[in-house]
């Protein structure tokens, strides 16, 4: 007795909100993630579905090496960058994916940035394995290693990863906390900036050496309201603010002039926000308000 009848385009579109989502988070780009995806097809296209057991394994396979490859490209290029690196953001569509704690933690800006730690082996190893939750065996003929090797790396990773990432707290709404944010910036109110960060949050400024950025990390409530403070008296010609969620958090696009300016993006915890990071590399928002379905 023979199963359904498949075709290539049908597997791939079924299992495309997957394979983006393994992407992105292997590279930490929009941009790249939609380049691997096309290359992933063109290379499942040639593949013979009667010689495949398991569609979303090996398609996660084509996806993981094509995505080591741009990340290991991108790691040569990231030596070079001006100041900190922050990934894309990533604008979700409105399905809800904070129903799923895991995944929304995986995409969060905060998870993001310890994941860039990782070397890029290890980096797939732990998203797939922690997120996606592919066996060691699997995640061994996707990456081109040993079983052993894999679960060693999937150990290392996870400690790594365990000892840096900060507490994720998705609750919240969106236009309630960005637009009480955005005021107390706007106005010039440190103490009212003071009184919705954690003590000990962080703001972190990409501008990529295009554009004008904080060079380093800024620690703690009182230094972060008065760089936030001192980036609204500067002034943006002709502003604009639109309440957002980007990565699974509360954000707000700002424009000027009629162009995307920076994204901001606030990672919550309890009440409080712990992290600010700020996306002005223009590379990083041409594609900004382009929405993504993501799925595990």
């Known amino acids: 007795m023979t199963g359904p009848v498949r075709d290539h385009a049908q597997v791939f579109t079924a299992l495309r909100p997957l394979l983006f989502t393994i992407a992105y988070e292997i590279t930490g780009s929009t941009t790249d993630a939609d380049d691997v995806l096309q290359e992933s097809y063109l290379r499942w296209a040639d593949v013979d579905l009667d010689t495949v057991d398991a569609d979303r394994s090996y398609l996660a396979a084509i996806v993981t090496r094509q995505s080591l490859n741009a990340l290991r490209s991108a790691s040569r290029r990231r030596e070079d960058y001006v100041g ?41 190893v732990f998203v797939l394995r922690e997120v996606f939750g592919f066996s060691h065996a699997e995640i061994a003929a996707a990456v081109g290693r040993s079983v052993a090797a894999v679960r060693q790396m999937s150990h290392r990773a996870r400690s790594h990863v365990q000892s840096r990432r900060r507490r994720f707290d998705a609750d919240g709404d969106v236009t309630e906390v960005t637009t009480a944010f955005l005021t107390a910036a706007m106005t010039g109110d440190v103490q009212g900036l003071m009184d919705m960060l954690a003590p000990d949050a962080v703001l972190i400024s990409d501008g990529g050496g295009k554009v004008h950025a904080a060079r380093r990390p ?72 382009a929405s993504h379905v993501i799925a595990r």
């Open 218 to 289: 800024i620690h703690g409530a009182d230094a972060v309201s008065r760089f936030l403070v001192g980036i609204a008296r500067r002034g943006i010609p002709e502003p604009g603010f639109e309440p957002a969620r980007y990565n699974g958090s509360p954000a707000v696009i700002i424009t000027s002039a009629g162009a995307v300016d920076s994204v901001f993006v606030l990672e919550s915890r309890g009440t409080t926000i712990s992290g600010v990071y700020v996306v002005r590399n223009p590379d990083k928002l041409a594609e900004v308000t």
């Open 84 to 124: 900190p690196w922050l990934p894309e953001p990533l604008r979700l569509d409105d399905s809800d994916p904070e129903a799923d704690v895991v995944l929304s933690e995986s995409v969060s800006m905060a998870m993001m940035v310890v994941l860039e730690t990782l070397g890029p082996d290890e980096r797939a």
